[in-house]
């Protein structure tokens, strides 16, 4: 090989050589720049969260329904850890294990077997925790209260330190425990709301993290005279709402005593301004303790007022009603002339509640005798086209957009879909489905003169600004006349329908009941209904609306019977606190 070529050859050489290190260099430079410089800060800083502290949640009267109160995350920095890990974690399981009863662990007296198994458990969760080798600071229980950190205190051992950590607690106990939600962890263990008001609002309520970093020597261990930096933690807003916690407990109370009186599985209130939406009371049987959530079933946190659906049965004739008289199809003196018997449609027998067939009934008293027949009369002259308009118009259908993160809606079945039967039984609420939240802002807008309002529990939200949340109008679904109409026809009803016996007297109050079967496996069942009863007072100018319904009332299936009942006791109650007198 002559000169030359191996002159070329080593050239290539080392051109590939320069290339070679010139992109090992281009890539430490550029492509892993950012690594290499976290990688180097870590080696180089240690780095603590600071927690900030959770927004609370106030009433109308500003008394805290959620609040915080002092806890504590306890820590272990491992360097300045002197004692055996095997005997700290013994040491510390007792005072780290809350479900145990303190001085039965001193004495180690009459305790059950699983109670010693859990504290071995957090002995052994413990000890691996204090055996970490790749971490300098590890956290080893999150929200222990004073007198456990106390108790951690009085054994001195080097190397176990505090960060404040507050904790939720509840002083309304589980009062309107469905709408509060609860705070939980997500999958990285930080605080997360779930449900609720804690759901809906959880950014705003629980702040931003700060960071304080740190300098650390060679053993990973802070150097207390070394440079520090870091993020201002931002405490959490907080909330505060239209919830009247006398009329809360109003409902509350109301309700256990309904629930118990008519052997009803289950049951909701809900207490409404109509005017602005403003919830102010919502109530459901069973409930759970947010402070507790853990130790209840996970079927318990949804709260059925906004999250399940139900066949409203007869309440559901009053919106049918309204748009019937607002399309000018029907007036209220007219008559049904094909109400004297049960009516046949598609091989199905419709018959009234009572299977009574009073001859050539008015529309206001169909609406009275709560005449399922009367009503298909109603449908027919509606027709699919503005029967499906006028429930979409009222927000069947449709999400209210309440301030609670586990709203849900069933779906409205598209207008191609709709059979004759479909039209027949949708006008006395069956066959249709709606939640309870819609159920009562749909009679809301006969209530205040035919607007639809969305309903909302958060009036205001507090930081370092302030957010005032206005009342919000959707839509007019009818006319102030048809709304004003309807109301008459509502008072009619119930001043000479089937729950006149427990109406209290000298007030008008505008309402319908309703009872509706349960569908089951593709059937009604016969036995199991939801009974309910809607209604507003005083039915001239409503001070509040409120919505009632009892799932499967074992003492009578009928809404006259239980629900309505329920009602007119709670409103009495409703009267003397808002200082309405009879007329």
């Known amino acids: 090989m002559d000169i030359s070529l191996r002159i070329k050859v080593l050239l290539i050489w080392f051109f590939l050589i320069g290339l070679l290190v010139g992109a090992r260099l281009f890539y430490w430079q550029v492509i892993a720049a950012d690594y290499l410089a976290a990688a180097a800060e870590k080696q180089h800083w240690i780095s603590f969260e600071v927690a900030a502290e959770r927004g609370e949640i106030f009433a109308s009267d500003r008394f805290p329904l959620v609040s915080n109160e002092e806890a504590y995350l306890v820590f272990a920095s491992l360097p300045d850890l002197k004692e055996d890990v095997k005997a700290v974690a013994a040491k510390l399981a007792p005072l780290l294990v809350s479900e145990l009863d303190q001085e039965q662990i001193a004495t180690g007296s009459s305790l059950k077997e699983e ?46 330190g505090f960060e404040e950590e507050p904790r939720r607690i509840y002083p309304e106990a589980s009062s309107a425990a469905h709408l509060l939600g609860f705070v939980g962890s997500d999958i990285n263990g930080r605080e997360k709301g779930y449900f609720g008001l804690e759901g809906f609002y959880d950014l705003e309520l629980r702040g931003k993290t700060g960071i304080l970093r740190r300098e650390k020597d060679v053993a990973n261990r802070p150097i207390l005279v070394g440079e520090t930096s870091g993020e201002e933690k931002q405490d959490g807003r907080s909330l505060f709402l239209t919830l009247d916690r006398a009329v809360q407990f109003i409902a509350e109370q109301g309700l256990k005593k309904g629930i ?24 459901s049987f069973p409930a759970y303790d947010p402070a507790k959530f853990s130790q209840y079933e996970k079927e318990l946190y949804v709260n059925p007022i906004v999250g399940n659906s139900f066949e409203p049965g007869s309440v559901f004739k009053v919106l049918i009603m309204a748009a019937a008289l607002d399309a000018g199809v029907v007036e209220p003196d007219t008559r049904c002339s094909n109400c004297d018997g049960p009516r046949v449609i598609s091989d199905y027998t419709l018959r009234t509640w009572n299977d009574e067939y009073p001859p ?21 002259k509606l027709g699919v086209e503005k029967l499906v308009a006028c429930l979409e118009n009222f927000g ?3 999400l209210t957009g309440i301030d609670l993160e586990e709203e849900t809606t069933p779906d409205l079945r598209p207008k191609s879909e709709w059979k004759k039967i479909d039209l027949a039984t949708a006008t006395f609420g069956q066959g249709i489905a709606v939640t309870p939240i819609q159920m009562i802002q749909a009679v809301g807008a006969i209530a205040n003169g035919g607007v639809l309002v969305k309903p909302f529990l958060v009036k205001k939200v507090v930081g370092e600004e302030e957010i005032v949340i206005e009342p919000k109008i959707s839509k007019q679904p009818i006319s102030p006349t048809t709304a004003k109409v309807v109301t008459e026809m509502m008072v009619n009803a119930t001043e000479k329908g089937e729950a006149k016996w427990a109406k209290p007297e000298g007030y008008r109050i505008a309402g319908k009941t309703g009872t509706a079967q349960i569908p089951v496996a593709g059937h009604y069942d016969e036995e199991k209904t939801i009974a309910s009863f809607v209604g507003f007072a005083p039915a001239d100018k409503p001070r509040f609306i409120m919505l009632v319904t009892l799932r499967e009332p074992t003492t009578s299936p009928w809404g006259s019977e239980t629900a309505a009942p329920l009602w007119f006791n709670i409103a009495k109650e409703l009267f003397i606190y808002f200082g309405i007198l009879p007329e």
Do not use: C
């Not at 050539?360 to 027919?380: L, Y």
């Open 360 to 380: 050539n009934p008015t529309m206001i008293e169909v609406i009275q005798q709560s005449n399922n027949i009367g009503m298909v009369f109603v449908g027919e």
């Open 260 to 283: 118990e009186k008519y052997g009803a599985v289950s049951g909701s209130v809900i207490i409404m301004e109509p005017q602005t939406g403003a919830v102010l009371a919502m109530a």
């Open 396 to 398: 069947i259908g449709q």
């Open 115 to 160: 109670k010693w198994r859990l504290l071995k458990n957090t002995e052994i969760e413990l000890k691996e925790r204090l055996s970490r080798e790749d971490l300098v600071w590890v956290p080893l229980k999150h929200k222990v209260n004073r007198e456990a950190r106390v108790g951690i205190e009085s054994l001195e051992i080097e190397g176990i």
